[in-house]
């Protein structure tokens, strides 16, 4: 996981308390990955894993179905893995998604465990 990109969202609520808790998640995998990006958008972070540009992406609270119903579709026909960032199946309507290939998805889940 050391050399996988890895793209995250704040989510939609912009609370302290939440923006803390992403904060210290966000901090606690800058030493597990290569590098970070924030590109705003849930949809786009899907299709950067479907197309290979990123390895990993997960958020927690995105908007609604509406922001991940097309991404998550492109990656699984893309061959990737779609997943609740606790590593159980993916749920559209609980606001909590992750993505990544196969090699990566059980390291993806570990780094996370804890903290989601």
């Known amino acids: 996981m050391i050399k996988a ?6 989510g939609t609520k912009r609370d302290k308390l939440t923006v803390d808790v992403v ?25 950067g894993v479907a197309n290979g540009r990123l390895d990993l992406f997960y958020e927690l609270g995105y908007g609604g179905p509406w922001d991940v119903a097309a991404g998550v579709l492109i990656v699984q026909e893309a061959g990737g893995c779609v997943f609740d960032p606790s590593g159980d199946e993916f749920n559209i309507t609980s606001q909590r998604v ?19």
């Open 98 to 116: 992750a993505a990544s290939n196969a090699h990566l998805k059980e390291a993806l889940v570990d780094a996370l465990r804890g903290s989601v």
């Open 23 to 47: 904060t210290d998640r966000i901090n606690g995998l800058l030493f597990k990955v290569r590098s970070l990006r924030m590109t705003g958008s849930c949809a786009l972070n899907l299709c």
């Open 5 to 10: 990109l890895l793209a995250t969202e704040v």
